[in-house]
């Protein structure tokens, strides 16, 4: 079936370095992604959104980029402080009518070097 | 910041007991959700609820779950004949719009069945 999944399991950089999440997607109706940040203990956190009318959206110190051609999706996080250290899904959304869900990739683990 | 709200945050229950999990959404929210993550996996989708009714739910959403918004403020998940494969976090989540709208997530409640 398809799914959503990520290359690289765990991540660490240095403190100040930029980090780059990536995520691989499989369905070609999704039309709508997220990626969302999950702390020990805590649910996941909205970072940021992009719709698959847009190849790139920026937000504070992150930004999400989308390739529908080659269904790769990834977060840059400018400037990487030890609070980002998390686990960092990527979650897309089929374009079907009355479709809510959301599926979610593996995770990737961040870990920020102080 | 408005937030999801879940209790209780841990639930140990023997297997076939019955649990409720109880969430309160964000209040002027109008679509409801609940996930659920086995650890180490992936957040996986259960169901969707709006406008007092099931919008859509997963294959895991059998007849051994169900849901309900027994007030205008709490979203229930019930599990009945608890299995210990149902041990995980479940998560609630909610969101104003349905579609391709940012939804915030509980804090989750860690289900043991032992």
């Known amino acids: 079936g398809e799914s959503v999944g990520l290359h690289l399991p765990t991540l660490s950089v240095q403190e100040g370095d930029n980090s780059i999440i990536n995520c691989a997607y499989s369905n070609s109706a999704s039309d709508y992604f997220i990626w969302y940040k999950q702390e020990s203990g805590k649910g996941p956190q909205f970072i940021i959104d992009i719709r698959s009318n847009m190849d790139k959206r920026q937000g504070q110190r992150v930004t999400v980029l989308l390739n529908k051609t080659v269904k790769h999706l990834s977060l840059q996080i400018a400037a990487t402080q030890p609070g980002d250290s998390a686990v960092y899904f990527c979650?897309?959304?089929?374009?079907?009518?009355?479709?809510?869900?959301?599926?979610f990739g593996k995770g990737t683990k961040l870990s920020v070097i102080p | 910041e408005p937030e999801v709200t879940q209790t209780p945050s841990h639930q140990v229950t023997q297997m076939g007991q019955e649990v409720i999990l109880r969430c309160v959404p964000i209040?002027?929210?109008?679509?409801f959700y609940w996930y659920r993550q086995i650890l180490g996996q992936k957040v996986e989708f259960l169901v969707s609820?709006?406008?007092?009714?099931?919008?859509?739910k997963s294959e895991i959403f059998d007849d051994q779950f169900s849901v309900e918004r027994p007030d205008g403020s709490n979203f229930t998940l019930k599990i009945r004949s608890t299995k210990l494969e149902d041990s995980a976090m479940y998560f609630c989540a909610s969101s104003d719009t349905g579609v391709g709208t940012e939804a915030f997530f509980g804090q989750g409640t860690r289900l043991t069945v032992v």
């Open positions: 209040s002027n929210h109008l679509y």
């Open positions: 979650a897309e959304k089929d374009s079907g009518a009355g479709s809510y869900q959301l599926t």
């Open positions: 609820f709006y406008n007092n009714e099931i919008s859509e």
